[in-house]
């Protein structure tokens, strides 16, 4: 595991199963994960830890504050965001997308 997956992992315990990473972008890591309170999954947005250092997490803080507000059939819904030791979190319920992601991706 990588340094950001592990300290995922044990930042997420008891909320989140990481079942690994579906993608990386330019800003954001994302992993595929069990929702182990509502039983489902979830794709788990990261912001990477050497990109907060550099641009600062407000940026990302931004995007899932405007991400909160949307409602659209083609953009996932925002479940949950905050803090996870030092990685910034964006969660969304995304059962199809995941699903479709995790074929591929995800051993």
Not at 11 to 32: F, S, W
Request: charged letters at 25%.
């Amino acid at each position: 595991m990588t340094d950001q997956l592990d300290r995922l992992v044990s930042a997420l315990a008891g909320r989140y199963d990481v079942q690994g990473e579906l993608g990386a972008g330019g800003k954001p890591t994302v992993y595929l994960a069990e929702d182990v309170k509502h039983h489902r999954q979830v794709a788990v947005k990261v912001l990477r830890a050497e990109l907060a250092a550099v641009i600062g997490a407000e940026r990302f803080l931004r995007e899932i504050a405007i991400a909160a507000g949307l409602s659209h059939p083609h953009i996932l819904p925002l479940h949950d965001s905050g803090e996870a030791d030092g990685c910034y979190v964006q969660t969304d319920r995304s059962k199809n997308w995941c699903a479709r992601s995790a074929s591929s991706r995800v051993n």
